[in-house]
């Protein structure tokens, strides 16, 4: 194929001027750090023994949802989270994860609703997504979101809310503890989003619009 | 062909200062995104050692940029991604283009991208019949206006909600309002059906992974998740410098990014992308095109302003730079505006045309001291500007003059004989201390500024009576 030989031409000759340049120009030497604290030393870093470190991130994680705008609820028992969900619901048409990557059987809640194999427009049509999580960063307020089977991206894209299930074992103190903890299934997903916050722009006159083009609401629910 | 400016630059500084609305909105917005900056740095712990761990993180990367790039390109082959090189922005044009010809695409929705700016790809694939929609608010408008974006993070600062108000009305045929709810609710209608409408997707990358040959993106609007996830085929426009080794790494350039450009923590969406979606996976592209483009980089990392291909486009050095601050993006000509774009616009189209920019520049350093990845601006200006004066680009005036001072500077006697003439035509010229205007060639000079007036008596006249 003509097309290939001029790309790999290209590349041997874009390689071949950065070798030289690479021995010609000057960057200031740099010696590799690590920050104090992995940056982060005002969040404990998660102790898998105890109770009290699991609050110490809860409260954390929750402080930085409220800053924000992020609706979050606690609920003791399973049962008290699918009742959230329904009141959030309501009535509303809902896309959601499959039943088996969601938590608490809150999938069984919404048995007919719109998944990964509806049609697009059913899925546009939702006004409702409802997912889990891959982790949750205590430190900004983040939820992990590791694509795969049975977890349409687009279910946390397309309805204008977002309700996110959350449990405790799930709760990271950092970034940096889930990309050290969990790098190999993140690098063998096709896609690994972080979602901090509702959709939001500020480019007209910096007057900050919600929901712009993601969900303008976002609720966690954390269960026991 | 790489664009020359439309005017010299000081006609361009000129409209931009006459420009009341511009003033009064770049005003706005680099006082709130420079107090925004310093609160977010605040709420860092150890922010110093995270911005030096970003630093070592892309400057690393920089210099072993040949060696990073094949690593990228073979972990983004065995990903299941594609990869092209490009040599010129002609190069990566005909490649996007050819890609949605081979893959029968005829929409393409875009997220924000410098990089397409950088070699005007909405032109070369409107011309290979394929529709390429902005998604990014701000560039969204910047389309239906047909303007060009001024600022790297918030493309439409130079327009009012007014300005909005009537490009949707006249573009989009839609009832005025100056409302931005209801404007952004608009472009969210029009830009859904776009969404789900497309079978090309393309965006930049905030930065490459190496190690991962991961992609990553942050957006806060959501669009760059719209753009990699529902159309089909997904293409990346990316300079070939923006790489970073490891996903550790990935953590601190993070972390000072959306702090040094919004002053947010974290942007909205950080969107890591490994390749097109796995077998079994709910959604996601079927195919992920990597274009890497070259476009005069290699030859900025063979000189002396290679630390500038560290840079992660913040938009922060523009914020707090005295020049920025007064002309605005636009002024600068091309696709990047401010302390860096003098930096990299001469160096990426060449600096016979763009001689000029290196001279924008104060060197008073805020850039260097805002910068997250600390680099130094005022040292890569001065830089140019020597470039400028050795390959004789400098005005014939200037030239003819610094030839003067060196033959004068070179003989004492001459030096000191005229350094007393001068001294005492100037004392004549001064009221209070101040000369405010000179003839002839010095004219220039004191069109903006006063000249203190000269002491009574010259150094080398000071520094003999006190030692006599």
């Not at chain 1, 606690?74 to 088996?100: K, L, N, Q, S």
């Not at chain 2, 965006?203 to 990699?228: H, K």
Request: one cysteine or more; a positive charge.
């Amino acid at each position: 194929m003509e097309g290939t030989a001029i790309v790999s031409d290209a590349r041997s000759r874009i390689l071949a001027r950065l070798r030289a340049a690479q021995r010609t120009g000057y960057v200031p030497a740099v010696q590799a750090v690590r920050p104090a604290g992995d940056g982060a030393s005002n969040v404990r870093t998660t102790d898998a023994s105890g109770s009290t470190a699991t609050r110490h991130l809860l409260a954390r994680f929750l402080d930085e949802l409220t800053a924000l705008g992020v609706e979050h609820h606690v609920e003791p028992d399973a049962e008290a989270v699918r009742a959230r969900v329904r009141t959030i619901v309501g009535g509303d048409a809902v896309f959601r994860w499959h039943p088996a990557s969601l938590p608490y059987g809150v999938g069984e809640l919404f048995a007919a609703a719109t998944d990964e194999s509806s049609p697009r427009e059913a899925q546009a049509a939702a006004a409702c997504g409802i997912t889990g999580c891959d982790a949750a960063i205590a430190e900004t307020g983040s939820l992990a979101l590791i694509s795969g089977r049975g977890k349409p991206r687009a279910a946390s894209l397309l309805p204008p809310t977002h309700v996110a299930l959350v449990t405790p074992d799930q709760l990271r103190a950092t970034m940096g503890e889930f990309f050290r903890e969990r790098a190999a299934e993140i690098a063998a997903a096709a896609n690994c989003t972080f979602v901090t916050g509702p959709s939001r722009t500020a480019d007209i006159e910096l007057t900050l619009t919600l929901g712009v083009h993601g969900p303008g609401r976002v609720v966690v629910i954390v269960g026991p | 062909m790489n664009p020359v400016p439309s005017a010299d630059f000081a006609t361009r500084a000129g409209q931009a200062i006459g420009d009341t609305r511009l003033q009064t909105a770049l005003g706005r917005v680099t006082a709130v995104f420079g107090s925004r900056r310093t609160a977010a740095f605040a709420s860092l712990p150890d922010a110093d050692g995270v911005r030096d761990a970003a630093r070592a993180a892309r400057l690393t990367a920089v210099t072993h940029l040949a060696e990073y790039l094949e690593r990228f390109e073979s972990a983004l082959t065995a990903n299941g991604a594609r990869v092209y090189w490009a040599e010129t922005t002609a190069d990566a044009n005909a490649i996007v283009a050819d890609i949605a010809t081979r893959r029968g695409c005829t929409r393409a929705v875009k997220s924000k991208s410098m990089v397409s700016e950088e070699t005007h790809l909405n032109a070369a694939l409107e011309a290979a019949g394929v529709t390429p929609i902005e998604t990014d608010l701000g560039e969204y408008i910047v389309q239906l206006a047909d303007d060009r974006p001024s600022h790297i993070i918030a493309p439409i600062i130079h327009l009012t909600r007014q300005d909005v108000g009537r490009v949707m009305e006249q573009r989009l045929r839609v009832p005025y309002t100056d409302d931005t709810q209801q404007l952004a609710a608009t472009a969210r209608v029009r830009l859904r059906g776009e969404f789900l409408r497309a079978d090309m997707g393309i965006s930049g990358a905030n930065f490459g992974v190496a190690d991962t040959g991961t992609i990553v993106l942050v957006t806060n609007e959501g669009n760059g998740r719209m753009v990699t996830t529902m159309p089909r085929v997904h293409v990346v426009l990316m300079g070939i410098e923006k790489l970073i080794g490891t996903l550790d790494e990935l953590d601190a350039c993070l972390k000072v990014l959306a702090r040094s450009g919004t002053g947010q923590q974290l942007t909205v969406y950080t969107t890591m992308i490994n390749g097109p979606r796995r077998a079994g996976d709910a959604d996601g592209p079927e195919e992920l095109h990597v274009v890497l483009l070259d476009n005069g980089r290699s030859r900025i990392r063979g000189g002396d302003t290679a630390e500038i291909l560290g840079c992660i486009r913040c938009g922060a050095c523009l914020n707090v730079c005295p020049v920025y601050r007064n002309i605005g993006g636009h002024a600068y000509g091309d696709t990047y505006p401010g302390p860096v774009g003098a930096v990299v616009t001469p160096g990426l189209r060449g600096l016979e045309p763009w001689r000029e920019l290196p001279h924008a520049s104060s060197l008073c350093g805020a850039c260097r001291d805002v910068c997250p990845v600390r680099l130094d601006i005022p040292r890569m200006l001065l830089a140019l500007r020597r470039d400028v004066a050795d390959a004789g680009l400098q005005p014939r005036s200037l030239a003819a003059a610094m030839k003067l001072f060196a033959w004068t500077a070179s003989r004492p006697r001459v030096y000191r004989g005229v350094s007393r003439l001068a001294r005492a035509w100037l004392r004549t010229r001064a009221r209070n201390g101040w000369i405010r205007a000179l003839p002839g060639a010095a004219a220039g000079w004191t069109q903006s500024r006063d000249l203190p007036m000269p002491a009574a008596r010259t150094f080398q006249e000071q520094w003999k009576a006190r030692r006599s």
